[in-house]
């Protein structure tokens, strides 16, 4: 009797967690064993993060527990370091290994499912590793708002004009979907917030978005992005194309149009790189450091290697030119992920594998509550419809019955009563009250 094959999955983000979903669904009884490696024990829905940090959906409904979802997968929550696909081996770093202090373990595997994601593409601009605050993950996403209305409590209570102006001004570097929609979503919950101080009007705040392209939110197309920059600059938004953050050092934001402004919030959004594992590994990679892949999801010139999402680039074979690649975003990662993993049984049962082609449907972005933008299927919407779409399509991307119910349930409640504007910055330093009392230094804040 053949062993079962061993497949690994290194990431549990979109394409590592709905591959191994569509596994442990159609794999016969003792075919295969399928083991996920990712980071964190839940895949975070992106698209929910700036609801989430302005207040609109709760941090715990816009993931979704592996443990929970992949119950008939082996999860191993740790870092793959490094891949030698030679020897089909990975070395993972765990929480045990670190512990332990033993070094990282190696993991065999018979087939590679490669999709570890991305990480935020950074510049070496002075400042930015000291004061800049990521948009990426949830814990990004909840720091950013309880940081948002402390910045408030600052502005409020302090005497300094100056630490007022530097705490009453927000800048945000990148106009893709990231950016602008965080924008978009924190200026309305501050607006919202500002009723509740004495001191604070939402004219007194300052709201920075810097784009290095001269347009925002490619994606929707040219008629709608400059919509949405009337739209955001029509609530008092600056919004300054084709300009550079410099630096951010001394918490002064210096662009390159040569403004400065004082700042306690630099929010930095402008774009990803792909994951240090796939330069720490033997695949072939293109020229822009991402997988080579093949239309049917296999990596070039390799046997038993998989990949797709972020981490691969994926020709389009429904693109109108030759060689473009499939954009690395959610609508082609979820696709892709469940014809990788037909895909992959076809190889390990000896049938043929299949193209993956998907004709981009289109894109929707929200500026805020009841505000937003949509390019789909050739329509154009904006303001509240294109909202509505937004909410709409992304709740029903949303993985999983539990989340669906979770997250209407709040929009309901959210649209019944006032939104929730207290700060729980303290949870990023539980023990601090009981060190301070313990007689230890008090952690320092931004």
């Known amino acids: 009797m053949n062993e079962p094959a061993r497949i690994l999955v290194v990431g ?6 709905y591959t191994a979903l569509h596994l442990q669904r159609k794999l016969r009884s003792g075919e295969a064993e399928v083991i996920v490696v990712s980071p964190d024990p839940y895949m975070t829905y992106q698209p929910f993060l700036p609801e989430a940090a302005a207040g609109s959906i709760s941090p715990r409904h816009v993931v979704v527990p592996l443990r929970r979802v992949l119950n008939k997968c082996k999860i191993v929550i740790g870092e793959a370091k490094s891949i030698d696909h030679a020897k089909r081996t990975a070395t993972v770093t765990t929480l045990a290994t670190e512990e332990e202090g033993t070094g990282a373990i190696e993991i065999t595997y018979d087939e590679l499912v490669l999709a570890p994601g991305s990480i935020s593409r950074t510049l070496p601009i002075p400042g930015l590793a000291d004061y800049a605050i990521g948009f990426k993950t949830v814990e990004e996403a909840i720091g950013l708002r309880n940081h948002v209305i402390e910045q408030m409590d600052i502005a409020s209570a302090t005497r300094d004009p100056a630490v007022r102006d530097a ?12 950016g602008v929609e965080a924008l978009g979503e924190l200026e309305d919950m501050a607006r919202y917030a500002s009723r509740y101080y004495h001191n604070i009007k939402a004219e007194d705040m300052k709201w920075i978005l810097v784009e290095a392209s001269g347009r925002i ?11 949405a920059i009337r739209e955001l600059r029509s609530r008092n938004i600056d919004v300054r194309l084709e300009t ?7 918490r002064i934001a210096v662009l390159s149009d040569g403004s400065r402004f004082r700042t306690r919030t630099v929010v930095w959004t402008a774009g990803v790189k792909p994951h240090p594992v796939l330069a720490a590994s033997d695949l072939p990679l293109n020229g822009r450091g991402r997988l080579s892949a093949t239309a049917r999801l296999t990596i070039e010139g390799t046997e038993h290697a998989w990949a797709a999402g972020d981490a691969a680039a ?5 693109a109108d030119e030759p060689g473009k690649e499939c954009a690395p975003n959610a609508q082609h990662a979820v696709r892709q992920a469940k014809v990788l993993a037909d895909n992959l049984l076809a190889s390990l049962r000896g049938e043929p594998l299949k193209n993956y082609e998907h004709k981009y449907a ?27 779409m937004h909410r709409t399509y992304h709740l029903s991307r949303v993985p999983t019955f539990n989340r669906k119910a979770r997250v209407l349930a709040e929009w309901t409640l959210a649209g019944l009563f006032k ?26 804040t931004n």
């Open 314 to 318: 994926v020709p389009d074979l429904t």
């Open 244 to 250: 550079r953050l410099d630096s951010c050092a001394d």
């Open 12 to 17: 549990g983000g979109y394409v590592g967690m």
């Open 217 to 227: 939110l490619p994606e929707v197309g040219e008629e709608m992005g400059k919509y």
């Open 362 to 388: 289109g894109s929707v972005a929200s500026l805020g509550l009841h505000r937003g933008v949509a390019h789909v299927y050739g329509r154009k919407l904006k303001g509240y419809p294109a909202w509505l």
């Open 419 to 444: 939104r929730e504007i207290v700060s729980l910055g303290s949870l990023e330093h539980p023990r601090a009250e009981f060190e301070l009392a313990a007689g230890a230094e008090p952690p320092k």
């Open 167 to 178: 705490a009453l001004t927000f800048v945000f570097v990148g106009g893709g979907y990231a």
